[in-house]
Nanobody, 126 residues
Framework: EVQLVESGGGLVQAGGSLRLSCAASGFTFDDYAIGWFRQAPGKEREGVSCIRNNDERTYYADSVKGRFTSSSDNAKNMIYLQMNNLKPEDTAVYYC???????????????????WGQGTQVTVSS
């Protein structure tokens, strides 16, 4: 059974940094794409990033490119989202998600994610 548990959210001032963590279990990283999504109040869920092991083809939303970096540590079964230079518009609930696939990461693949964590709140004050 695939399980994902996020942590690391909180309140931070604009310009600050946070690192979200996602404890993963029940799957093999090499067979899955790893994504981060977010949903702000009153807005639709947005795909933030997508990565997969041994593949340089990553996806980042334009709104976070150059500021956010996703990574994984297979040995620890952990997924991370490093968020730098945070802005008030980054305020949202953040979710990690995975999908078993052989396709490379792309905006199109964001629609296929199947397994989700419970989310962690990130609030950026101005």
């Amino acid at each position: 059974e695939v399980q994902l548990v996020e942590s690391g959210g909180g309140l931070v001032q604009a310009g600050g940094s946070l690192r979200l963590s996602c404890a993963a279990s029940g799957f093999t990283f090499d067979d899955y794409a790893i994504g981060w999504f977010r949903q702000a109040p009153g807005k639709e869920r947005e795909g933030v990033s997508c990565i997969r092991n041994n593949d340089e083809r990553t996806y980042y939303a334009d709104s976070v490119k150059g500021r956010f970096t996703s990574s994984s540590d297979n040995a620890k079964n952990m997924i991370y989202l490093q968020m730098n230079n945070l802005k008030p518009e980054d305020t949202a609930v953040y979710y990690c998600a995975v999908v078993e696939t052989y396709f490379y990461c792309s905006e199109l693949l964001l629609n296929a994610f199947r397994y989700w964590g419970q989310g962690t709140q990130v609030t950026v004050s101005s």
